[in-house]
């Protein structure tokens, strides 16, 4: 039996302290001029990576903030955002702010990842060999569309980078107030409410997250057709070794009761690793294929709400084989900066190198 080539099965990824090290010998090199795509609100990791890049690297650096807009932030996030962009000011000469309206006003309507995809399209690439985009400040409404924009745009710079800082007790600490309904993000609706698609069958993989058994519940009741089965995505390694087993007991009723998971259809990834999500729902989606082609077909639909690297290993998945992913997106968030907010060794930043000369692409000349 053949399954589908995966496009990122020999993906090049740097962790454990290998990315900055990576980062300063590839843009040393003087052909190099880069385009950093960040966010630029209260998450204190927004300063992380630009201050890395300005530090390691020869190359110039162009660089477009995101400000995403919410209603009635509090003053605290508001003071954090405006402090971090004071700083990434100073560190970045050329740079640009784009404030991105996650809510239309007149009816709350979802309206950023459109925003963010129509400008990602009217980029301009003059000159520029890589682009990396800095998803750990930047919600995953506006990372998916926009890194889906960047690859499917043939203008854009061969190489696309993804850098990340894996820090889950800080994702953890970032607690969201979730809107009333559930949505597909934008440009992420797949072969959801088709007609052709009726009588597939519908797979539905939730993310697991401390205190989201609302949000989850209002994902599983938007979906069209209904899921027949669903596979929960527990983090495992994590770095809580008990996180597992916590969550487990947390969602028992969810998992015996509600949804009536059979224990062998939990699905457990890597915390500290994408690419171990992403092939897990690959295969899950190859057999499933073959299972289901002579009766309407598979359909996968994801929900990645939890940490920054398993939303990227969702994120991989979904754009290779179009999947549906579908999230309650934030109103506002409440947070309380701890000690570990402001500590981010090299260990810490993950680096994914989605497209480019690595893989025998040819920059423009």
């Not at 993906?11 to 966010?39: N, Q």
């Not at 190859?286 to 929900?303: A, H, N, P, Y």
Request: charge should be negative.
């Amino acid at each position: 039996m053949s399954y589908p080539t995966k496009r990122w099965e020999k993906c090049i990824m740097h962790r454990d302290g290998d990315t900055p090290s990576f980062l300063a010998e590839w843009f040393s090199k003087p052909d190099k001029h880069v385009f950093l795509i960040g966010g630029a609100g209260f998450d204190p990791r927004s300063t992380a990576v630009a201050k890395l890049l300005t530090s390691c690297s020869k190359a110039p650096i162009d660089t477009l903030l995101i400000r995403e807009q919410r209603p009635l932030p509090s003053s605290g996030l508001l003071e954090g955002a405006d402090k971090n962009i004071v700083a990434l000011k100073q560190m970045l000469p050329n740079l640009v702010l784009r404030e991105v309206n996650i809510f239309s006003a007149s009816d709350f309507a979802l309206t950023g990842g459109r925003q963010i995809a129509e400008i990602a399209r009217g980029l301009q690439w003059s000159g520029i060999t890589d682009v990396v985009i800095d998803c750990s400040a930047l919600s995953r409404g506006i990372v998916f569309p926009l890194v889906r924009s960047v690859l499917s745009n043939p203008a854009a710079p061969v190489n696309l980078h993804l850098l990340v800082i894996d820090q889950p007790s800080l994702d953890d600490g970032i607690v969201a107030e979730p809107t009333e309904r559930a949505s597909a993000i934008h440009g992420f609706k797949g072969r959801l409410g088709l007609e052709s698609s009726q009588q597939a069958a519908v797979l539905w993989l939730p993310q697991l997250v401390a205190g989201q058994q609302a949000s989850l519940a209002k994902i599983l009741s938007s979906l069209e057709p209904k899921p027949h089965d669903i596979c929960p995505i527990l983090p495992f390694p994590s770095h809580d070794l008990r996180k597992p087993e916590k969550l487990i007991t947390e969602f028992r009723t969810e998992l015996e009761s509600t949804w009536e998971v059979d224990p062998r259809n939990v699905i457990f990834a890597s915390e500290g690793n994408p690419l171990d999500l992403y092939r897990s729902i690959l295969r899950i989606d190859d057999e499933r294929g073959e299972v289901f082609k002579e009766t309407g077909g598979s359909i996968l639909v994801l929900s990645p709400i939890g940490s920054k690297l398993l939303s990227i290993g969702a994120l991989m998945a979904a754009i290779e084989r179009d999947f549906p992913v579908v999230c309650v997106e934030a109103l506002n968030y409440k947070f309380t900066p701890g000690v570990e907010a402001q500590r981010f060794s090299d260990e810490k930043l993950v680096h994914l190198w989605l497209k480019g000369e690595a893989y025998g692409e040819k920059v423009a000349s």
